[in-house]
């Protein structure tokens, strides 16, 4: 009985490996090792939703291409006993744990997720915050507070803010454009800048250099404006991002609060 099982498994296997199930479910094999399919269409999946390119048979086809590469390479590091080496083991625990924490926390997220009314809740806090007005605003950044005397001595003499800015400020961001900062509110700067910026009428710049943690600072006023909060569903995407952060980072928290913890 034993030697008819025999005689006719590989026939058996053969014709399991040639039915169309088996073909799903495999698509390479090497070495003996089983490439599932179901792994090259899960990386398939996670390149479109990122790259927004639609899975394709030739996109497939390179995944698998890869990924048999790559099996090649893994058993040639298990060959040479790579992954027994305690720092190997480490990098391993180290993914093995990151792909847990992406599990549990889109678990969580999945089954919490963020209600229109949280959304709203946001966006209304936002907007509040973002003030009435925007100012259009110019600015020359040096190292000292010297140097910005200096600058604000040849203001004094008649000289051009834009020209001054170009030559000296510090800020490569806003330099080469005169110091040109664009259209803002108040809470874009740090408190000084800010704080110094909503005194100025347009037209004027500081007469004290104002001192922040990136330098001092000479500021002109060129313009103000009432300000009008972008919409609701232009910002939707930052305030999904943002609440779900703060939902995980929460959730993190409780596990935190509950587990048992020795150092």
Do not use: C
Request: zero cysteines.
């Amino acid at each position: 009985m034993t030697l008819i099982r025999s005689k006719f498994l590989p026939a058996a296997l053969a014709l399991a490996l040639a039915s169309p199930l088996a073909l799903a479910q495999t698509a390479a094999t090497v070495n003996g090792k089983a490439i599932p399919e179901s792994m090259v269409d899960a990386v398939a999946a996670n390149l479109a939703k990122h790259s927004g390119q639609p899975v394709t048979p030739q996109l497939k086809a390179q995944i698998k291409k890869e990924m048999i590469l790559r099996e090649v390479v893994v058993q040639q590091a298990e060959k040479m006993g790579l992954p027994k080496k305690p720092e190997i083991q480490d990098e391993i625990e180290l993914d093995r744990q990151n792909v847990l924490i992406r599990a549990v926390l889109g678990d969580y997220l999945k089954k919490h997720p963020i209600s229109d009314a949280e959304v709203q809740a946001k966006y209304d806090q936002f907007a509040k915050s973002f003030g009435s007005t925007e100012y259009e605003a110019q600015h020359i950044l040096v190292p000292t507070q010297k140097e910005a005397d200096n600058i604000i001595a040849q203001l004094k003499k008649g000289a051009k803010f834009s020209a001054l800015a170009k030559k000296y400020s510090k800020d490569t961001g806003s330099a080469a454009n005169g110091g040109n900062l664009g259209w803002s509110t108040p809470g874009n700067f740090v408190p000084p800048f800010a704080e110094a910026l909503t005194k100025l009428k347009p037209g004027e710049y500081t007469t004290t250099p104002v001192k922040t943690q990136f330098g001092w600072h000479v500021i002109k006023l060129d313009k103000t404006r009432p300000a009008k909060p972008p919409a609701l569903q232009q910002l939707r995407p930052q305030i999904m991002q943002e609440l779900q952060r703060e939902a995980i980072q929460k959730y993190q928290q409780e596990l935190l609060a509950n587990a048992k913890i020795t150092e």
